[in-house]
Structure formats: C-alpha cells, structure tokens
C-alpha cells in the first residue's frame, strides 16, 4: 500500500460510517419535516432524505475551499463540518429560518460523531501501537492521558485465535462481552487473532482470569457458535506492561498448540517444560534427540505406546491405576512398557528414565511443529 493510501485508509476509518450519517439525518426529517443532505468536500453525495435536493459539485469544492462557514445559495443553505479545523463534509438544507436551525442542528449531531469515532479510532491505534512496543514511555503516558485511559489499574491480556473469516462477529460478540465501560478494551491482531485488554479489580488473581477465559470460551462455543483457543500473558500493574502481557500470551498460545493441544484455555504462567523447549535452539533439540533415541525412534511409537505414556506419566508411574484407567490388565500394561524400554532404553518405571522421556516426546512435538511450519 502507498503512502497515500495508508493516509486514505486512515481517514476512512476516522470518519463516520456513511450509514450512521444517514441514520442521523433519517432522525431529523422524521421529526421536523426538513428535508437534508450531507455532502464531502470533494462534491460526492453521503447521505440524503430526498432525491429532489440537487447541487453543483464545483460549487461545493469551492465553498470548502472558503473561508466562510455557511452561505446561502440558489434556495440552498449550505454550513461545514470540520476536523481539527478542516472542513470534511457540507450539509444542506432550504434556506428558511427553520430549515437553517434545523440544518444547524444536523451540523452539531455529524460533529460530535465525527469526535466520538475520532476518539474511538484514537484508542484503537494506541492500544495496537502499546502491544506491540511502537511507542516511547513519554508518549505511552501523555496519549493515556489525553484518551483518558488510567495509568495504574490491574490488567491481563487474553489473546484468542478464531476461525478465519469471522473475525468481525467475534469482534462484535467480544464487544458486548468486555464494556469499555469498565475499563476493557477488545482490538484485532490480524484476521485469526483478536486481543481483550482485561481490567481487573485487585483482589482478582489468576484463578479469576483462568474463569474468565473459560466462560469466553464456553459461550463462543454455545452462543456465537465459534471453536477459539484462549492464552493469557501475566497479569500486570502498569499500563507500559501490557506489551509484556500480550507477548507472554503470544508465545502461550504457540506453546499451547505444541504440547497442549488438548487445552482451550493456556496460561502462560502455566507452561512449564514446554516454554523452556520452545525457547531452545532446533540443532540443540536435535542433539538431544539423537542422544536419546538415536535413529530409532520416534517414528516407531505408534498411538498405544503414547496413548499408555502419556497416562503413566499423568498417574504419577502408578501401574495399578493406569491400567485401571486405560481398562487393560495389569501385566498388559507392563508388557508395554517393556516393549518401550526395548525400543527406547528407557524404562519408565524409574522417575529419571520417565522424566527424560516426557522432555524427549515434548522435544520432538516441537521440532513436528517447527518441519510443518517450514
């Protein structure tokens, strides 16, 4: 995108939406009778009650171009609507008495949506720009201040992966989830990610917010019928620390999909071994792996041998009640993990040999992860 459309784009999104102008308009006509019509600086029609009002697109340019703020012309009158002192739409209206105080009014109703979804559009650029670190300490305080977000309040960051495609329903579900009203912010990532800035109250800890991802969760499920996965960074005391929370949540939610992928719900301070996995270099992994199984495994450990692992492992190396959970006999379990112990010269039934072997399985999970993201 050129630099002149990032500018275009940027305006476009300040601007108020061309059907909330109509709606505004709409409302006016519905009670005084008076027809309107709203017109941008460059002579396009955004809104209209009539098709009997007609203007010259030359003459509108030119009136914006003016020093005057309203002028009345051939049975019209015409006022600005300004930006940060630059006119941006004309309204018009007949040129009785009534009419003019009728189109005055539309003119102060457009100024102070133009305000509100300027104001709005601020907030989102800054919240975007503080996660992701583009902004210096000086400039973090001095544009809270100015859009009146609090400096020194308790906030999480919940990061949500969504299916492609339904990013703005999930935007408007999570909307009328997180009010901004108590201090929650909603934003978007790119198309599969949105973030929720969560303000929490002080005797709120990470149980609190383990909840508060979880009933996300179940009514995305149940009532937007969306399937999301949830990561939360650590929670935060400081507005500059927010950046750190959603990076924490970042690396939960890629953490999550490797050695979690069970879980809807992934708490970064949660993560144990696989953080520190996903944190190592790959030929290091590699060098782990070839230590552990040489060229023999992992590719000979088909879904029984892990399915009766994972379980082992989960059991605290209890044979009894692993086998009763997996419904097979006891000697049909330690069978199995004779079997690994042959595969893999690890026998688990010896906290370090089970130890080593759960961070070697972790292991490969993340190099699988790193070969199909290649």
């Not at 020093?67 to 940060?84: C, M, N």
């Not at 300027?118 to 902004?135: A, G, H, P, T, V």
């Not at 544009?143 to 949500?160: D, Q, S």
Request: one cysteine or more; aromatic letters at 8%; glycine letters at 4%.
């Amino acid at each position: 995108m050129s630099i002149s459309e990032a500018k275009k784009a940027e305006r476009g999104q300040r601007m108020v939406a061309t059907q909330i102008i109509q709606n505004s308009i709409d409302d006016l006509k519905n009670i005084t009778k008076v027809d309107l019509a709203v017109v941008d600086v460059e002579g396009m029609m955004v809104a209209k009650t009539s098709d009997r009002i007609s203007f010259d697109a030359d003459m509108i340019t030119a009136f914006a171009a003016s020093p005057a703020g309203s002028q009345t012309v051939a049975g019209y009158h015409y006022s600005k609507i300004y930006d940060e002192g630059d006119p941006v739409y004309v309204v018009l209206c007949g040129d009785s008495t009534e009419e003019i105080m009728i189109g005055r009014v539309a003119v102060a109703n457009i100024q102070s949506l133009i305000v509100a979804y300027k104001e709005r559009y601020d907030r989102n650029s800054f919240f975007q720009n503080l996660i992701l670190d583009n902004l210096l300490l000086v400039d973090i305080y001095n544009r809270a201040k100015k859009l009146h977000v609090e400096i020194k309040k308790t906030r999480v960051v919940l990061l949500l992966e969504i299916q492609s495609g339904k990013e703005s329903y999930a935007m408007e579900f999570l909307k009328g989830m997180f009010s901004a009203h108590s201090g929650d912010y909603v934003t978007a990532v790119d198309e599969r990610n949105l973030i929720v800035i969560k303000q929490l109250t002080d005797e709120n800890d990470y149980d609190a917010v383990r909840e508060i991802a979880e009933n996300t969760v179940a009514l995305m499920n149940t009532e937007a019928m969306m399937n999301v996965r949830i990561a939360y960074g650590t929670i935060v005391t400081e507005l500059k620390d927010v950046s750190k929370s959603y990076k924490e949540a970042k690396m939960a939610l890629d953490v999550g999909k490797i050695f979690y992928a069970q879980k809807d719900v992934v708490a970064y301070n949660m993560l144990g071994i696989g953080r520190l996995i996903y944190q190592l270099p790959v030929n290091l992994c590699q060098m782990f792996i070839e230590e552990i199984f040489g060229d023999k495994i992992p590719k000979e450990l088909d879904e029984e041998i892990l399915t009766t692992v994972n379980m082992f492992l989960e059991n605290n190396l209890n044979v009894s009640e692993t086998a009763r959970q997996l419904y097979v006999h006891r000697n049909t379990l330690l069978y199995r993990l004779e079997k690994l112990e042959k595969m893999s010269g690890l026998d688990i039934r010896i906290f370090d040999d089970a130890l080593t072997l759960k961070i070697a399985l972790m292991v490969v999970s993340y190099m699988k992860y790193l070969e199909n993201m290649e």
